[in-house]
């Protein structure tokens, strides 16, 4: 089955950018996310991106996807307080299945 | 639109009880899955129910059971608990045959489970 993995903990200033990373083993999602959990939330999907697709940009969100090395990455430019939060990135295994596989989530903690 | 809604907030319960969850799905949505989020970890899925049906689990015993009704809404049972089943219990609805070529899950805000 596929496994997702993510560093556990970024902590940057305010109005630097921030790199989460993610990497997986199983290379036949057709789509990936990222999703972000705030206290006492649930899940709020933040992108995604298509497992043909290098790079997609959101305004201040870039994803980047190298599946050769099954890297998967989230930048946030001018990151801001409201930003910190927990990261999940998540794989869909296969097409329309509708079982997402998550990483076990990184941390953002932005200082002011 | 409520979105996705979740009840009870949370819960204690000792071990070897039974409980219920609820989910109503978003608006529109006819697919819910749901997951069991350990603390300090990622959402597992536990099962996804569409037309009534389970249409997939994940790798849960068979403790945890689910149900679907026709207006979309779902419960999630777990048998017998253990301590480890404590856990925040997310529900997800979905549209099957999204117009958007992807099937983004929107999640509820989750029931905590507290077993004792």
């Known amino acids: 089955g596929e496994d997702v993995e993510q560093s556990l903990f970024l902590s940057v200033r305010e109005g630097d950018s921030s790199v989460i990373n993610c990497t997986y083993t199983?290379?036949?999602?057709?789509?990936l996310y990222w999703y972000k959990q705030e206290p006492g939330a649930g899940l709020q999907l933040l992108t995604y991106?298509?497992?043909?697709?290098d790079m997609k940009q959101d305004q201040r969100l870039t994803v980047l996807l190298n599946k050769k090395d099954k890297h998967l990455s989230l930048r946030i430019a001018d990151t801001q307080t409201g930003d910190s939060a927990i990261y999940f990135c998540?794989?869909?295994?296969?097409?329309?299945?509708?079982?997402?596989?998550f990483g076990q989530g990184t941390t953002l903690q932005v200082k002011p | 639109d409520a979105g996705v809604t979740q009840s009870p907030t949370h819960l204690i319960k000792t071990r070897g009880q039974q409980v219920t969850l609820r989910c109503s799905p978003k608006?529109?949505?006819?697919?819910v899955s749901w997951y069991q989020q350990a603390l300090g970890q990622g959402p597992q899925f536990i099962f996804q129910?569409?037309?009534?049906?389970?249409?997939q689990r994940g790798n849960f015993p068979d403790r945890f059971s689910g149900h679907q009704f026709p207006n979309y809404s779902s419960e999630l049972n777990v048998n017998a608990l253990l301590l480890g089943d404590s856990a925040l219990y997310l529900c997800?609805?979905?549209?099957?045959?999204?117009?958007?070529?992807?099937?983004?899950?929107?999640f509820g805000p989750g029931t905590r489970l507290t077993v004792l």
């Open positions: 997800a609805s979905s549209s099957l045959f999204s117009v958007m070529g992807f099937d983004e899950q929107f």
């Open positions: 199983d290379s036949s999602s057709t789509y």
């Open positions: 991106i298509f497992s043909n697709m």
């Open positions: 998540a794989g869909d295994g296969s097409s329309n299945t509708g079982k997402l596989i």
């Open positions: 608006s529109g949505h006819d697919t």
């Open positions: 129910y569409y037309e009534e049906e389970e249409r």
